[in-house]
């Protein structure tokens, strides 16, 4: 008896998904374009497309880039002594918990979708991640993962240094979104969303301004808040003081060929590709970062996260947001660093 | 836990599994394990609190039914009061505070309590009449006292039905405690199916139409009154939907393991009479109040004017059972109200029906009472659902002003979504309607197996293309 449920049970499942395929792909797929998984991934991009004479310049990454990179003042400072016919117009695509592969996945989307052309992309490197929890049942949760991005995600994941029960539960966030995939769930209202969205017209205030938004100076910091700080100090020092050893440790093939993609693209369109990488908050993903970034070249990379005396005014708590983010004034300041880093490498 | 969310999906099948798998002696202790996580999901300490209630009624039980004469009744005392007490504090203390306040506030007294700073435990009025349903019984003799502590744990724990009911009774539920229930295909398969169409309910019906009522009535100053009218109907359908859903979705779980739990909800919006719908409506709470309060208060059998007034106290408590409002007391009064006018009246409609020859078309006679009652109810459900005492007199205000004939909708993607729930209300109405002629869950199994699979498929498929998966609380859940 139980074996006759439990096949029945399988064979409903898999006419579901017989069901759903192709519903999916004669429907939805038809309907839903890259972006409409994110409420700012769409206002930004809409904003960029009618736009796109005024940019040559694209930062893409998570909340990392979406608020501590301010476009213009970035391009003033990096404008002030180059002549006219080589200036920077940069925009800000940072969207809040955008992390590779979602944040190649979009940038790849862009290119191949939207026509638009950039002189240099600042891509920012980061870890591996599917996107936040609280986005795992929503539209968020669902547009990046297609079959190549899950097969990238999953290898690269499992070869990847996370602690075991980090990459377990990545391993079942990826997963219940794949399935939840492969069966439709709630496609038809991110259809209506979708719609809803673009009724909405909204370019509020994080798609104007170059899309950079400032974040507040933080108040007080309660001691738990204090303490997470601290660690992100000390993730970073122990970066700084061990970026060859950690640099020399295994290399997560699969990551590194997602980056060779990008790269790749990059240059068959002519456009001059640089990574940023932004402080983290942990070491194992400095560990995960750094032996691809070493593959990097130079003139190719801005890092950001070192815990040293240029870089400590970033991790000061007057300038500070939270621990994974710098304040409207730190902003400024880190800004500032990547316009320095940029000129160098220009 | 909510039942639509992933934990769940995961949760339900490992419980039943296991629980299958284990030996009869230790089932009801898995349950229970169970009971306490599934619990613990919302606010992890609040168990501290249902451990100290079901402590307190286990114990008066026992106490009942070893006493006799006044201590029975003083040990009853205590375990009422001491329940009731948890439901003040943690239900009422604030309604109670913001009322003094108001008053104080009134007549210029200084009165400086502030409110306490506390969130209601989840489903703290639906275990609490479990418990103290079962101290009740016990002193009534119609049930012995529970000598197992697990066992009564369990009785108010039992995680299908812990936070949203069916409120069960001791002699339904608890020896089914101690029954052995075999893995039996009907009761899975039949239990799963019920399932199915709770979620079918709630994620396809209730939550799309919560998408379209909740601006309207956050914001009923900005719509028309035929907007509100309407949107007032649907939320007939999404509070029915909701809450039936959820009730299918907790028997059919207890079903797959070969538990039964009550009926909570008979297609009540087929009612031709008010206290027909009561009947019908959230059954489990409605016989709690008439078998606890409506019938030691006399019931029926007294005095015109004292059965009026135990009709209206019931509802009224009905009413601030739901919630700790004054929208949700006139809720209950005017449900009270309506029943008191029917009672009243019943001769003078019977005399004015056959005067006009309404009589002699009793199917057309029918379809106007269930009208009417379903217009009544719907009314009512306007204090349920506003935020506040003055938004639901906005609301009343503007749909008895002009603008009455002015349905809005504020773009063409809700009137879609609109469409597309108003296409599976009527599915679901006409399955209830011709449920008994013409059963499709019947007609479906009779098939031949290629055919049930493709249907069962079908409907999988339907639900999650369909469905809403934000994993959205249960209105109940709230009460």
Known sequence: MVKKLVLKIAGILIIVALINVPIRYLFYNKQLPYYWGNHFTLIKRNYLVDHKANFNTLFLGSSKTHYQVEPVLFDSLVNSSSPDTNKIHSYNFGIDGMMPPESFYLYKSILENDSLKFKTVILELNFLQTGETKNMFTWRGY????????QDYMSSMLESQYPLIQKAWNFSLVNTMAVEKVYNMGMFNELVEFHREQFMDDTGKEATNHGFLALPRHKEFSPV???????????????TNNYDAWAAGKLNENFNDCVKDVIDISRKRGIRLIFLLPAEWNSYQYKEIFPILKTIPDHDKIVMYQYDEKFKPLFEFENMFDNSHVNGYGARIYTGYVAEAFEKIR | MLFNSFAFLVFCPLVTIVYFLLAHKFRWAWLLLASCVFYMFFIPQYIVILFVTITIDYWAGIKIAESEGRKRKTYLLISIISTILVLAIFKYANFLNNNVVALAQLLHWNYPVKALNIILPIGLSFHTFQSLSYVVEVYRGKHPAERNF??????????????????????????????????????????????????????????????????????????????????????????????????????????????????????????????EFWTRWHISLSTWFRDYVYIPLGGNRVVKWRWYYNLMITFVLSGLWHGAAWTFVIWGGLNGLYLVIEAGTKRWRKKASDIIGLSKFPKFEGYLQNFVTVLLISFAWIFFRANTLSDAALIISKIFSADIF??????????????????????????????????????????????????YALFVALILNFGIFSSKGFIYFQF
């Open chain 2, 406 to 455: 002015n349905l809005q909708f504020s773009s063409f993607i809700d009137s879609y979504s609109l469409v597309l729930c108003i296409g599976f209300i009527l599915l679901l109405e006409f399955a209830q309607a011709y449920h008994k002629r013409f059963n499709l869950a019947t007609y479906v199994a009779e098939k031949p197996s290629y055919f049930r699979f493709v249907m």
């Open chain 1, 225 to 239: 808040e204090r303490q997470k700080v601290i660690d992100v100090r000390k993730a970073s020092l122990d970066a």
């Open chain 2, 150 to 275: 697990g066992i009564y744990s369990l009785y108010v724990m039992f995680y299908p039905q812990l936070v949203a009911g069916p409120i069960e009774r001791p002699q339904n539920i608890l020896y089914q405690f101690y029954e052995k229930h075999k893995f039996n295909y009907k009761d899975v398969t039949s239990g799963m199916k019920l399932m199915a169409w709770g979620f079918f309910k709630k994620l396809v019906i209730a939550d799309r139409l919560a998408a379209i009522i909740n601006p309207v009535y956050d914001h009923p100053g900005h719509y028309s009154g035929a907007t509100l009218v309407f949107v007032t109907l649907l939320f007939a359908q999404q509070i029915y939907c909701d809450f039936s859903g959820y009730s299918d979705i907790a028997i059919g779980i207890a079903r797959v393991m070969g538990f039964r739990l009550m009926k909570n909800f008979d297609t009540p919006y087929f009612s031709k009479t008010i206290s």
């Open chain 1, 143 to 150: 547009y990046w993962l297609h079959r190549d991005t899950y």
